[in-house]
Structure formats: C-alpha cells, structure tokens
C-alpha cells in the first residue's frame, strides 16, 4: 500500500487536508502532516518530514507545503515516488514581499489572529465562499491556533526561500500541478510554467476555486489524488 504524505501551507495544520484523508485513507496509508508551527526555515521543515516518513512515499503540498516538498525533492529525490503541487510557486521572494509579509505580521501583533485571519482570508478564499459562516469559522479557527510568533517564524521560512525553477526539470517522478482557477494568491500562470519545467507534468484547474483548494473543492481535490496515485 503506497503511503501519502500530505503537507500544510503557512498558518495551516492537518485539518486542511482532513476531507482528502478520510476519502483516500481506505486505499492508501495517509499522513496528513500536523503543522510546521516550530520552524522558520524551509529546510528545518522538510528535515522533519524526512525523519518521520517511511523510506519511500508519495508526497502533496499545499502553498508553503508544497515549497516544502520541493526542498525535500531537492535533498532526497530518491525517497518520493510521486509528487503533487497545490497552490504554490517555485520562485523566490520578490521584491515588496518583505514589506508586504512584515505588514501582515504586524496586523497578528497589534489585533490578534481573529483580526489577521479577517483580512487575510478574503485574499485566499473565493469570494462566493466568504459568507458561508461555518467554512469561514474553521478556516479562522485554525489560523488561530498559531500565534504572531509561529507567523513570524514561518514568513521568515518563505522569504528565504531559495529559487527552485532549475530543480524543475530534475524531477523525473510522475507529478501533478494543480490549483484553484480563481487563485490570486499564487495564480494560474506561475503553475502553467512549473508544470511545462517538470518533465510529463500535468496541470489541473480547478473552478469556482481560489487559493485554499483541499477545503474549498475537497471531492476535486481528492479525485484529482486518487487519479494521481493511480496512473
């Protein structure tokens, strides 16, 4: 039985992949990794996964979760057997992404997570999603389950964040692109070009979905893994 590893993206944990393991755990041995809270380097990150995993496994990540699983395609390539891409970028920080990061980081200081989780999540979330109560309520519960210090500590991890666009078409395993249409966080363009870099790449679009795909399209997200592992 293959095993899954599912990572989560900045200020997320477990729950954000808990709709594809509960639908996928009958076929495959699924981890859906608990958080990155305790680190503020890409690298600390994957070291971690690499600890715990199995010698071999397939791997997913999500926004910062999928940076993480490509440094771990970048130190160990030879321990993941398939890989898959949410909602994330290959390139290095720009320019005004310090600024734009520190701003954010403030906000979490000074109001809280409640308040920083109430302007960062209309930036992420499709707009048709934003007044459904319940959605908005968990999304904001986990956001607030980190703190400003675990914020910092993981903009820091991005904002050193190497480049990886050469790692791309190192990667010989089968390997799936995916994110929301709607995405204005990490956008369509940037994963049209990692997935014309990785060599038998496919790319899928999900519609009606912005940034957070694993909980905004959970059935999409999940078929699209199923059928990832499968071919």
Request: with cysteine; hydrophobic share 45%.
């Amino acid at each position: 039985m293959t095993d899954l590893i599912l990572l989560p993206g900045l200020l997320c944990d477990a729950t954000v992949w808990a709709p594809q393991k509960e639908v996928l755990s009958g076929e495959f041995r699924v981890t859906a990794w608990r958080h990155f809270h305790g680190h503020d380097s890409l690298g600390a990150m994957a070291r971690e996964v690499l600890d715990e995993a199995p010698q071999r496994f397939a791997l997913a990540g999500h926004s910062m979760g999928g940076r993480v699983a490509l440094e771990i395609m970048r130190t160990a390539p030879e321990r993941v057997e398939r890989l898959a891409l949410f909602d994330t970028t290959a390139t290095p920080a720009t320019a005004d992404e310090p600024q734009q990061r520190q701003e954010m980081i403030e906000l979490a200081r000074k109001q809280g997570m409640a308040a920083f989780a109430a302007h960062w999540l209309p930036m992420i979330v499709h707009p048709q999603r934003l007044h459904e109560r319940q959605f908005i309520k968990a999304l904001t519960g986990m956001i607030c389950r980190a703190t400003p210090q675990i914020f910092e500590r993981q903009a820091a991890a991005l904002l050193k964040r190497p480049d990886y666009r050469a790692l791309l078409p190192q990667i010989t395993c089968p390997t799936l692109v995916a994110c929301g249409r709607d995405d204005l966080w990490s956008p369509v363009a940037p994963h049209e070009e990692i997935a014309a870099a990785i060599p038998g790449a496919k790319l899928a679009l999900i519609d009606n979905c912005a940034h957070m795909a694993t909980v905004e399209a959970p059935a999409e997200v999940a078929g699209l893994l199923r059928a990832w592992l499968m071919d």
